[in-house]
C-alpha cells in the first residue's frame, strides 16, 4: 500500500523560510514524478512544483519560481520554501505517479497523495 508522509509544516514571517519533506511508501517501482500542491481556504488546489524522477526535470507555477527548490531524493521529495509571502499560506501536500503521464501539475493525474501539512505566513 503506498502511502506518502509529509512534515516540515509551521509558521512564519514574511520573508522566511520553511522546508517541506514528503517520504513516498510502498512502491514497487521508481516513481514517475513527485509533485506539491497547495489549497488555500475557498480556493482550488494548485500545483506548486514537480519533480520528474528519471529526468530530474522541474516544473515550478509562475509565483513561486526563483522563491521554491523542489529535489528528490530516492524516494524523498523536499520543498524548500524561501521568502516565503502571506499568498503562500495554504495547506501543502505531497503527491506522486508512477506511470507516465503528460502533467503531474494536475491534481487529477496524480493517484498518490499525502495527508497535507499547514504553512502559514504572516505579514
Known amino acids: 500500500q503506498v502511502q506518502l508522509v509529509e512534515s516540515g509544516g509551521g509558521s512564519v514571517q514574511a520573508g522566511g523560510s520553511l522546508r517541506l519533506s514528503c517520504t513516498a511508501r510502498?512502491?514497487?517501482?521508481?516513481?514517475?514524478?513527485m509533485a506539491w500542491f497547495r489549497q488555500a481556504p475557498g480556493k482550488e488546489r494548485e500545483g506548486v512544483a514537480a519533480?520528474?524522477?528519471?529526468?530530474?526535470t522541474t516544473f515550478y507555477r509562475d509565483s513561486v519560481k526563483g522563491r521554491f527548490t523542489i529535489s528528490q531524493d530516492d524516494y524523498t521529495v523536499y520543498l524548500q520554501m524561501d521568502d516565503l509571502k502571506p499568498e503562500d499560506t495554504a495547506m501543502y501536500y505531497c503527491?506522486?505517479?508512477?506511470?507516465?503521464?503528460?502533467?503531474?501539475?494536475?491534481?487529477?493525474?496524480?493517484?498518490?497523495w499525502g495527508q497535507g501539512t499547514q504553512v502559514s505566513v504572516s505579514s
Open positions: 503527491a506522486a505517479r508512477d506511470s507516465w503521464s503528460v502533467s503531474c501539475f494536475l491534481p487529477s493525474n496524480l493517484p498518490h
Open positions: 519533480f520528474y524522477t528519471g529526468s530530474k
Open positions: 510502498g512502491f514497487r517501482v521508481p516513481t514517475f514524478c
